[in-house]
């Protein structure tokens, strides 16, 4: 693993003897980028804008009901049978 290092002032004319890593923090405000980063959808029993990962509406406190999908039901019930078709098959094949 590498070492963080101190380089000495002779390496660069710039350099104040402080690591490589800038002390500072950048300038920020958080009201700029605050809409930027945020999905939101819309509650199904207001219509209030809430924020894509809420469980539930800060407005109503309806829950928000995410679809998964018939999709991933049918993968399910199918690894289901074909587990139990071959349960089957086993325990039929050596009686």
């Known amino acids: ?3 963080r290092t101190t380089r ?3 390496d660069s004319g710039d350099f104040e ?3 490589e890593f800038d002390a500072a923090p ?3 405000t958080p009201d700029e980028d ?3 980063d945020t999905d939101t959808v819309a509650c199904p029993a207001c219509g ?3 924020a894509d990962l809420s469980d539930r509406c800060p407005v109503c406190g309806d ?3 995410r679809n998964r999908g018939s999709r991933a039901a049918w993968w399910i019930v199918a690894t289901v049978v074909a587990l139990l078709a071959l349960f089957a098959w086993s325990i039929l094949g050596r009686i």
Do not use: H, K, L, T
């Open 26 to 28: 950048d300038e920020f």
């Open 8 to 10: 000495s002032p002779d």
């Open 17 to 19: 003897g402080r690591d």
């Open 34 to 36: 605050a809409d930027a």
């Open 48 to 50: 209030a804008e809430v």
């Open 1 to 3: 693993m590498p070492r």
């Open 63 to 65: 829950w928000i009901i």
